[in-house]
């Protein structure tokens, strides 16, 4: 799989800012690549991109078509349609992260085929794997993992790759989801894979490597997540990490989705995880924590809650958006 | 999903008795339903059922052939085309438990469609399942764990059910695996669940019942296991049991296909199990193990292993096959 850049991004009718978070992700993390947005009719996101009709970004060199957006059930409605067949009979490839396969819409798979260009489902492996292994392998990995869903995983793994990249040091962000496999242009969304592979489809995704590598290993879910726990299983003991770094929004009441379901206890989450990655990689060791701490407006609010997180867990613990990840591998370099 | 019974059991050219493990579980457990077998040149396998051909079989009212057997990839080899097509044609169903989809072939698919006849891939789940809430759900649940794969997790449920069925409890034997999905007639194949869906496909494998109804769930992997540990925490954390079985095979020296990955310490793999299902039932016990001591011929060393490991673990210990289960569910009635 190989998207080719530049991509013009399509916000569809997107409702708001979450519904494009794709699309964000996208734009926050790899700007070069993206060339324009463009709108339907009753959109509410903005990506503070240049607005683009089909034809200019064909014109200035465009060679995709990105779907950045999630609508409700994940299907593409009727009324994107149109514009996808003029993308299409345009030039452009489309991509998508979507529950529903492009590839499954007759008049797009259609439109794809006579025109010679190429639907990209990313949410979709189109490999097989083989079941882990649980062998050891050469490199060094880094897995993110998290108290909860949506608490900012892939963002601290691409903060470190940055960090680690400005240090001179080898590394490789390992992208597990929709939107990190846009951003990464490779990868394997983990969640979508058949269950008996998800440890083998994480051995496959990060593989061995010069002893002085470093994969960045975006986490999924949570092991104290009731409904993706047998996801984050597998990612961790795929992943062999020799470090974890836990990432925590510390204002949060009940796991992500479910109102019923407490957050689970911090001391114990780390625990957890650590002891669930020694099973294949013994010396694995959490370093640190990534916290979320956007719904703190208050800055001296903020510091106490990363310094008592700090020493409630023996561990550094900074907000990658606003403090960077540096304090998590000066160990490494 | 109803295969209608009588069965005739196919064998192919199965290697060996192991390779014919899945219609030996089903002659052991639901004899009844197993009107005779047949096999092919180099068969190496018997159920000690009269051997019957097809046309014996339709005329005595056999309904389904069942693939009770799986060979290397389990694909189907061309050898076996034209004794499957002769059965569709005179008038069989067809069902198999085998990686590849009996659908996916062409010659069989059309076949089928011509004769107005079902095949049925019982390891691929035809329904689309919610993400797990782990919202509690009435009914009492008892969940089969393992210190590694295939220790008798499926072999115990049944036990259970039938030992449950003898004190009149009410219990329904809830099946995760191929084979128990044929014992059952029903159930879900949970390792070929994309993984996202894991511990929802379980909640709708089990659902709320009466408050004095057990579900026996059939368990697959372990906890411990690199390489099917994502499935089993999605089954742990889906099944939300009162109960946990824990089942293990003493002499076993390293993990099943693993050579280079040692057996779980026993106590410590059943505080993994135990703690893992209280996310979702914060009242789970394990109550008790189910040994495999086929492995020890000596009756006084059998008796000793038992004693051993109740004295270990506090909990009643028995070989299922040998010693029945009732020590298990004594408690419950």
């Known amino acids: 799989m190989k998207i080719e850049s530049p991509y013009l991004m399509f916000l569809g009718d ?12 996208i734009v926050h993390w790899r700007r070069d690549r993206c060339f324009g947005q463009i709108k339907l009719p009753g959109c509410n996101a903005d990506l503070s ?25 994940g299907v593409v409605p009727d009324s ?37 260009r190429q639907l990209f489902d990313v949410r979709h492996p189109t490999q097989t794997f083989n079941v882990g292994s649980g062998k050891g392998r050469s490199g060094k990995r880094l897995l993110t993992v998290g108290t909860d869903c949506s608490v900012g995983k892939m963002y601290t793994a691409l903060a470190l790759e940055q960090a680690m990249i400005s240090e001179n040091m080898k590394c490789d962000f390992r992208a597990t989801g929709q939107t990190g496999i846009f951003i990464a ?16 489809a994480t051995e496959w995704l990060s593989p061995k490597n010069d002893d002085d590598h470093w994969d960045l290993i975006e986490g999924q879910g949570s092991l104290s997540h009731p409904s993706y726990a047998g996801v984050t299983m597998g990612l961790v003991h795929g992943a062999q990490p020799h470090a974890l770094v836990m990432c925590h929004e510390p204002t949060r009441t009940h796991m992500r989705g479910l109102p019923h379901q407490r957050m689970p206890d911090l001391l114990k989450c780390i625990e957890l995880h650590t002891n669930a990655a020694r099973l294949t990689n ?30 409630l867990t023996g561990l550094p613990a900074v907000d990658p958006v606003k403090d960077g990840v540096f304090e998590l591998i000066k160990n490494f370099i």
């Not at 993308?87 to 439109?111: M, N, P, V, Y």
């Not at 242009?185 to 083998?200: E, P, Q, R, T, Y």
Request: aromatic share 2%; hydrophobic share 40%.
């Open 185 to 200: 242009n490779s990868g394997v969304c983990i969640d979508a894979v058949v269950s008996d592979f998800i440890s083998g």
């Open 80 to 116: 994107w349609i149109p514009t996808l067949l003029h993308a299409l009979e345009s030039g452009l490839d489309i991509a998508a992260g979507l529950h529903q396969k492009l590839d499954d819409i007759e008049d797009l798979s259609r439109a794809a085929q006579i025109n010679g």
């Open 14 to 25: 997107a409702q708001d800012e979450l519904a494009a978070k794709t699309a964000s992700g």
């Open 49 to 73: 991109l240049p607005d683009a009709s089909i034809m200019e970004a064909v014109d200035r060199g465009c060679k995709t078509l990105v779907i950045g957006v999630a609508n409700r059930g």
């Open 282 to 311: 013994p010396e694995c060791e959490c370093i640190g924590l990534a916290v979320n701490t956007s719904n703190i407006e208050n800055e001296d609010k903020r510091i106490e809650c990363l310094q008592n997180i700090s020493n």
